[in-house]
């Protein structure tokens, strides 16, 4: 309570005239400094407290005006109100933390006349403009009425001093009641100043009335609202006793019959079952109706059907993470070779909930930038990659990692928006969606939820289940995710979401917005051996009951199905291969001829699985000119291609394509061509040199090609072609090429190169500006390769062609 002293008393008289023309001005945030009233301020820029300490060594008087903008921390001369408040500084506390608290009390009222200066502190002259009294019968009538309606305020303050409103009814200086009941009855800062602006004591009085019949209004009805809502509880509180009542004489009668029980069972597992506000409502809706219905109604099951899905639903139950750092990082490891940046992503998920989780860091606090509060702040995973590379598996070693349970929902070929929310409960024979079947199976709101082969969903007239995805996969609305069968809102965002998917390409970009993407990219030849040696062959003996001593693979014997008998990024393949091998070997030993010899070699190998499935013919294709080798990305890895060229009699220009390219792909084959034709004399070649068809297969016809990769392949191609000199057979390039000749980036260069060395080339020609991307390819991989960077055609023709064969010499008579 802000105290006061009278204002006719001969200490403001005193005050009053020592107050100078000039004074230091200090302004005030969200606070309307009155007159005659005694008030705290709490003083914290250095500004402010020089401003104090000098006055407090000087007459103590000071001006106080509020800011127009309470957001700025060090207001300027047009930042303030030009009306405020004489005030003198009765007492000064100083802080540890060096702030100041000020107790002062307002003397009179003054308007700003001149600024003086705004160094080190603002200063103004000024001229006093103490208020109006016309004490005439209006006045007298608004000093009554205003006693009355502050009274009855302060019958709705809380904790409102009955003394504070015995000496207001009594008061009968018409200013100290203005000011005081203004500064008592939380008057809004903007209220206060308008009423220290008017010069009339009747203005003031009468838009203090209005202020305070608004604020009564309110209180009043808010007052109501408290009053009904004591008066439902109390309702509710009877009508429990009374059916606690009914339901003990029917047990006395024995009067008690099976649907009373039913109900009173599910009455008991809806409180119990720790649903939501919304939830319980209207679970309790649906089994007042179901208490009503006869057991013979169709609809009787209907109900029961959608109250035993509330129930069943986790809306509470949650397993307690494993935050241990090093225990993760052994799961991780045990299961999966390699994979640093996924492993690295998880590790960081868990530092940070052990440290929010240490740390008593409340995810209520919060809030963005507009100061609104943040709902979830999950993260949602994609690993992106070829196939058999362990996106799949890597889910459930992430669970483990967690202590988490683990559930997976394949989303491959899926068309129907209601498959993931579910019909709507007027249908016959309606369900909820596969988002919430899954999280009821689980049993614990907080699984590691896997939706594989996210870029394999369609739409078609049934919906766009992509779409309902977003909701799903944001952090911020998934919170109050609504199955269309459950029509109440489910928290989602303890879920940790993790997708899986070959290529982004087929992803909704606003549904890939919502992922944070994690490359998975193929293995090596040396990480596939490493695979195998670790987890693919003792898998295969576990499932084909073999012992260790009974099989035992040789590192080349693993070379040879690696390079002979698969062609891929990921080991699934590979796994096949070892498994048929050990199926082999558990028949000999199911025959019991004998002891089989169980130590797989590179001959034993081939004996088993049979003539070897690929070649690669590097150095036979590209013997003759006109074939080059290129590299090539798919969504299931990186692929070695052949561009060949070949020329013949017809009109001129005339170009072929075959090899079912796509548009991007074909406009690369004749900006290869138009270069080749307008660079001729610098490539030393005729003029006449593309003169006929000119045709460019890509073998594979069958397999759809497309993208600009393939433009420095083309023309080498075609060099090679017009020049008779054949490519190197180690060589292996990609680049887009421009019509002047300059060579252009390209992505997916980690898994070409990997596609490169299984195929055993040893130069591989890349643009220039890729080099960045060498660094995240395996280090032996490199130091295996050859990377010849290059920015122009004509460094790639340099060193992909062979030397042209010198002519031999005439042979004399």
Known sequence: ????????????????????????????????????????????????????????????????????????????????????????????????????????????????????????????????????????????????????????????????????????????????????????????????????????????????????????????????IQEKAKEEINKNQREYYLRQQLDAIRRELGESDEGSREVEEYRKKIEESGMSEEAQSEAQRELARLEKMPPQAAEYWVIKTYLDWLISLPWQAVTEDNLEIEHARTVLDEDHYDLKDVKERILEFLAVRKLRKERNFDDSDLTDLQGRKVEGTGAILAFVGPPGVGKTSLGQSIARA??????????????????????????????????????????????????????????????????????????????????????????????????????????????????????????????????????????????????EQEVTFAEAALRTIIRDYTREAGVRQLERGIGKICRKIATLVAEGEGQPDGHITPERTRELLGKPRYHFEAALRTERPGVATGLAWTPTGGEVLFVEAATMPGNDGNLILTGHLGDVMSESARIALSYVESHFKELGLDESCCKGKIHLHVPSGAVPKDGPSAGITMVTALVSLLTGRPVRPDVGMTGEVTLQGQVLPIGGLKLKVLAAHRAGLKTIIIPELNEIDLDDLPQEVRDELNFVLVKDVRQVLEHALQPPEEEAPASEA
Not at 54 to 81: C, F, H, S, W
Not at 194 to 205: A, F, G, N, S, T
Not at 420 to 445: C, D, E, L, N, S
Request: glycine fraction near 6%; charge should be negative; hydrophobic fraction near 40%.
């Open 1 to 224: 309570m802000i105290s006061w002293l009278d204002s006719q008393g001969s200490e403001m008289e005193e005050l009053r005239k020592l107050i100078p023309e000039e004074l230091p001005i200090l302004p005030l945030r969200n606070t309307v400094a009155l007159p005659y009233l005694v008030m705290p301020l709490a003083v914290g820029i250095p500004r402010s407290i020089k401003l104090i300490e000098d006055v407090e060594k000087g007459n103590r008087l000071l001006g106080l005006v509020m800011m127009t903008d309470p957001a700025i921390e060090t207001p300027t001369k047009e930042q303030v109100y030009t009306v405020g408040t004489v005030a003198v500084v009765h007492r000064l506390m100083r802080g540890d933390d060096g702030t100041l608290t000020v107790f002062i009390q307002g003397i009179e009222r003054f308007r700003i006349k001149e600024w003086t200066t705004e160094e080190p502190y603002l200063k103004a002259k000024i001229d006093l403009i103490p208020d109006i009294a016309e004490n005439n019968i209006i006045e007298e009538a608004l000093r009554r009425n205003l006693i009355d309606v502050a009274t009855q305020l302060a019958q709705l303050i809380p904790q409102f001093p009955d003394e504070a409103l015995q000496f207001i009814q009594q008061l009968h200086d018409h200013r100290l009641l203005v000011y005081l009941v203004a500064s008592n009855m939380r008057v809004e800062a903007q209220d206060a100043q308008r009423i220290l602006e008017m010069d009339k004591l009747v203005d003031k009085m009468e838009h203090l009335v209005k202020v305070l019949t608004r604020e009564l209004e309110v209180r009043q009805i808010g007052q109501r």
């Open 402 to 547: 967690l202590d988490r349970k683990f559930t997976r929902m394949s989303l491959g070929g899926m068309r129907d928006e209601a498959e993931f929310r579910g019909h709507r409960r007027t249908y016959i024979g309606a369900m909820p969606g596969r988002i919430m079947q899954a999280i009821k199976r689980v049993g614990v709101k907080n699984p590691v939820f896997m939706l594989d082969e996210v870029d394999k969903i369609g739409n078609d007239w049934r919906g766009d289940p992509s779409s309902a995805l977003l909701e799903v996969l944001d952090p911020q609305q998934n919170h109050a995710f609504r199955d269309h069968y459950l029509d109440v809102d489910f928290d989602l965002s303890k879920v940790l979401f993790i997708c899986t998917a070959n290529t982004t390409a087929t992803i909704p970009a606003p549904l890939l917005d919502r992922m944070e993407i994690i490359e998975i990219d193929g293995y090596t030849e040396y990480e596939k051996v490493h695979i195998a040696q670790e987890y693919l062959v003792p898998r295969q003996l576990k499932i084909n009951g073999l012992l």
